[in-house]
């Protein structure tokens, strides 16, 4: 045991550049592969509706405007959205996609809310989800 | 001149709620008693209503800090219920990140420990360092806190050359620090003073009370479900069991900084014999009915699920057993006989995780020391009656 | 002319004004080093460099709510900040600063006011054992035994420590130590051992970590402030930073051969000095982790008493060859 044992490593570090970075006014940046929020291609979407039973949150809600024209709206509920990206992996289509943000904060939670409103496409899915 | 001193359900101390509750003589401990249920969050009964494949980000949600432990502990039960074999590469990354998260997890601890040790400076130092494992995490899962990686039948993402490098690099440098925390907390005086012979718990008793994880291999048992009832891939990966034999928080201390070491090991292991292949199996939707209990061993010890399924896509029960809980009742040993200056220390040893062990309400009649158990009709009628005849008291007092 | 000095004397320098402001320097000082230290960046966005943040946090607390808990002693509750803060100004006037000159004595500057700086800044030690202890709370009162357990372990040996330097000079005038030391440096190096001890008994005077034992969050909540908030928190926090500066400000004169060379340059000496007092305190901060109460108790009498007594027979014995 020694005194002081902390010493060195502490002086050492006095005149050195702080490991923090000072936030709001630096950004770090992402990795490519972050998962922030989900979006979506609607042209891609042939309104399977996988996403919106695999959501472990219940984020996303697709509706029919119009049986007959295939018009359907889809909101995904950014302020419950968990970012688990799940909608991603069972989306056979790859309609649905990740973004990199991740200052979404919003002081009302109607202002976290996306909305598309489209026709179904007809897309051929992929053979195979990625998961079921 | 003794008095009862609350610590919780909040204090600084104590990133979560529980209430322990100290009889103290002067500055020493005569007896102590944890309380729980501030942190009721209905999850085993929201499992319920909640597919198999939603469940694993309900699961990850259990805890913060192992969310990985979470996840991995379901899916391998959910796997066994199913019948899966997942590949040999999904395997491995999950071993990998399981090992990064104990990383990651220890540091943190040993952060802790020097916060409620007061030495702040160890605790940034250790808390710099940790983010180089966050980096990691992030950029191979996507995230820093809940990796989500984990999925029915494997993982969700595989790994490239540049993220296998990556992670090689990275580990020189968590050694080195890793390293130079070992010198500096079994040399720092003040630092081992407060941490040698606080909170024994001897081999004994550490059986008896069914303590886990560090806390019990800190006590001399080589307990670990790695090696004894091997998951994943650890049947292929030698590493070795860490204990001590101080029974004490610096024991504590040592059995998590040899688990470091040996976290290490392991990644580069794994990511030298990386096998080929895909990283996940298609699973179906729906289970078989069957029951199976999952064993996991958490950066705080075994972390057991157990599982029922009645032949749809949702669980019919999913229990969870969380290592704190496994600790409580070795902490209340721990606990007697020290100072309140070492509350902190001790009840931080055991590196609770609050939120992840509440379950259920009991109550225990202070003055017969009964306990029973009670549904929430008989709870409502209950406090009904007992706050039916009593003004509302301006200045509530404890209830001791 | 005489009355505007003492005003000036009083309320700007090196009275009320300067030392509200000096010590709120002291406290970004202090910050900003122990944040370094750790690799951090410390008080960055109020005012250049994050000078006005103590300032702020002043006046911040100041508007912020302020609670009498309903058991505890409401006069004395309310009355402690404010004793506490004139027992500490009183103190630094009586340091060596401006208002002194050799030959002739004067109020603030007279033979044995080393003894009354010295009993100055053991009362602040009592006022926060008296504001635990008023203000009846389970954590307050525990942090207020604590207090006075602590003053049983590091008090004597800061007294033998402050005073030995003292007996070499031969003198029990603040001045008059400091002039001796400036006459013949070498004669400082001679204190060294007690420099140190005192160093460490202040560190645990102004309960900084590994003395932080009544205020330890972790384990009692606020300690004896636990329940002290608004304008009352405020003043004890200045309290405890005006208490640092006084305290460096005694080391410094009794170790360091005081601040010689008139209002300005003595006002440029006076902060060289103290800040390199207390780059020490901010280190030994740094270093450590706290430790229990009774190893506190158990350390003073095993190690830092008996180096103490050393350190006076060391200058008995210089005394006696030099003589
Ligand atoms: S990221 Fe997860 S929570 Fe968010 S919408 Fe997709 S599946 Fe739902
Ligand atoms: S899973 Fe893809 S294709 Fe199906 S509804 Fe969702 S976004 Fe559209």
Redesign the pocket.
């Known amino acids: 045991m020694k005194l002081g044992a902390f010493i060195p490593e502490l002086l050492r570090h006095l005149f050195k550049k702080p490991a923090t970075v000072d936030y709001p006014f630096q950004k770090l940046e992402v990795p490519k592969d972050f998962?922030g929020?989900?979006y979506l291609r609607p042209e891609l979407c042939i309104v399977c509706r996988a996403?919106e039973r695999?959501?472990?949150?219940?984020?996303?809600e697709i509706t029919a405007v119009n049986e007959a024209e295939k018009r359907f709206r889809m909101v995904?509920h950014?302020d419950?959205?968990?970012?688990?990206?799940?909608?991603?992996d069972?989306c056979p289509t790859e309609a649905?996609l990740?973004d990199t943000r991740f200052e979404i904060s919003d002081y009302d939670r109607h202002n976290l809310k996306m909305e598309w409103e489209y026709v179904r496409a007809v897309v051929k899915p992929r053979s195979e989800a990625k998961t079921s | 001149m003794k008095f009862q001193i609350p610590i919780g359900p909040q204090h600084p101390a104590l990133k979560e709620p529980i209430s322990l509750r100290m009889t103290v003589e002067g500055e020493v401990i005569r007896d102590a008693d944890i309380r729980l249920g501030y942190n009721h969050r209905g999850l085993e009964k929201l499992a319920e209503q909640k597919t198999w494949i939603q469940n694993i980000?309900l699961t990850e949600r259990i805890c913060g800090i192992c969310s990985h432990s979470h996840t991995t502990c379901y899916v391998q039960g959910v796997e066994k219920l199913m019948e899966l074999e997942p590949p040999k590469r999904g395997l491995y990354i999950r071993t990998l990140v399981a090992e990064l998260e104990r990383i990651h997890s220890h540091l943190l601890w040993l952060g802790v420990a020097g916060h409620e040790a007061g030495f702040d400076s160890f605790f940034m130092y250790t808390w710099r360092d940790r983010e180089i494992v966050m980096d990691i995490l992030e950029i191979i899962t996507g995230n820093r806190v809940h990796y989500g990686i984990n999925t029915i039948g494997g993982v969700r993402r595989d790994l490239d050359e540049q993220q296998v490098k990556r992670i090689l690099d990275s580990l020189d440098i968590l050694r080195q620090r890793s390293e130079y925390y070992k010198h500096l907390g079994t040399n720092e005086p003040s630092f081992v003073a407060r941490l040698a012979g606080v909170g024994y718990l001897s081999r004994e008793d550490a059986i008896a009370l069914c303590a886990v994880g560090p806390t019990l291999r800190a006590s001399g048992v080589a307990m670990d479900v790695r090696k004894d009832d091997p998951y994943a891939v650890y049947d292929e990966v030698p590493f070795e069991v860490c204990t001590a034999d101080t029974c004490d928080v610096l024991g504590r201390t040592v059995v998590r900084i040899k688990e470091l070491f040996q976290c290490y090991n392991i990644i580069e292991f794994l990511l030298k014999n990386l096998p080929a292949g895909p990283v996940a199996v298609r699973a179906p939707r729906r289970a078989k009915p069957n029951e199976v209990v999952s064993r996991y061993e958490a950066p705080r010890g075994e972390n057991i699920h157990y599982i029922k399924s009645n032949g749809t896509d949702k669980p019919e029960r999913l229990k969870v057993r969380a290592p704190t809980l496994g600790n409580y009742a070795a902490t209340i040993q721990m606990l007697k006989n020290g100072f309140i200056a070492d509350v902190p220390l001790i009840f931080a040893a055991i590196d609770p995780c609050i939120c992840c062990a509440e379950r259920a309400v009991s109550l225990v009649d202070a003055r017969t020391g009964q306990e029973k158990i009670i549904s929430l009709n008989s709870l409502k009628s209950l406090s009904l009656k007992l706050s039916a005849g009593n003004k509302r008291k301006r200045e509530a007092e404890w209830p001791l | 002319m005489a009355t505007v000095k003492t005003l000036i004397y009083l309320v700007i320098y090196p009275g009320l004004l300067f030392l509200f402001l000096y010590s709120t320097f002291v406290e970004w000082y202090d910050r900003k080093l122990y944040a370094r230290l750790q690799n951090r960046m410390g008080p960055t966005h109020t005012g250049r460099f994050g000078l006005l943040q103590p300032i702020a946090d002043f006046f911040k607390l100041m508007a912020k709510e302020d609670i009498v808990p309903e058991r505890a002693d409401k006069k004395m509750f309310s009355a402690l900040p404010a004793f506490g803060l004139a027992i500490v100004f009183t103190a630094m006037l009586l340091l060596p600063l401006w208002n002194y000159s050799l030959d002739k004595p004067s109020v603030t500057s007279f033979s044995g006011d080393l003894i009354v700086v010295l009993y100055l800044l053991s009362l602040p030690t009592f006022i926060f054992f008296l504001a635990g202890w008023s203000s009846t709370n389970l954590f307050s009162t525990i942090g207020a035994a604590r207090v006075l357990t602590m003053l049983f372990g590091y008090e004597v040996p800061l007294f033998l420590a402050v005073l030995s330097p003292a007996v070499l000079a031969n003198s029990w005038r603040l001045a008059e130590i400091a002039a001796f030391y400036r006459q013949r440096p070498a004669l400082a190096l001679v204190n060294l051992l007690g420099f140190v001890i005192a160093l460490i008994c202040v560190q645990a005077k102004l309960e900084r970590t590994p003395f932080d034992i009544p205020h330890a969050e972790t384990e009692i909540v606020g300690g004896t402030f636990t329940e002290y908030s608004g304008k009352k928190l405020a003043i004890f926090r200045l309290m405890m930073d005006a208490e640092m500066v006084v305290a460096a400000g005694l080391l410094a004169t009794v170790f360091l051969g005081g601040f010689p060379g008139g209002p300005l340059f003595g006002l440029l000496n006076f902060i060289v000095k103290t800040l390199f007092v207390i780059f020490f305190l901010s280190l030994i901060r740094a270093t450590t982790s706290r430790i229990r109460v009774d190893q506190v108790v158990s350390f003073a009498w095993k190690y830092l008493a008996p180096l103490a007594i050393v350190q006076l027979l060391i200058v008995i014995l210089v005394k006696g060859l030099l003589s």
């Open positions: 998962r929020s989900p996403c695999d959501c472990p949150a219940e984020a996303i995904i950014n419950r959205c968990i970012h688990c990206a799940q909608c991603v069972s649905m990740m | 980000y």
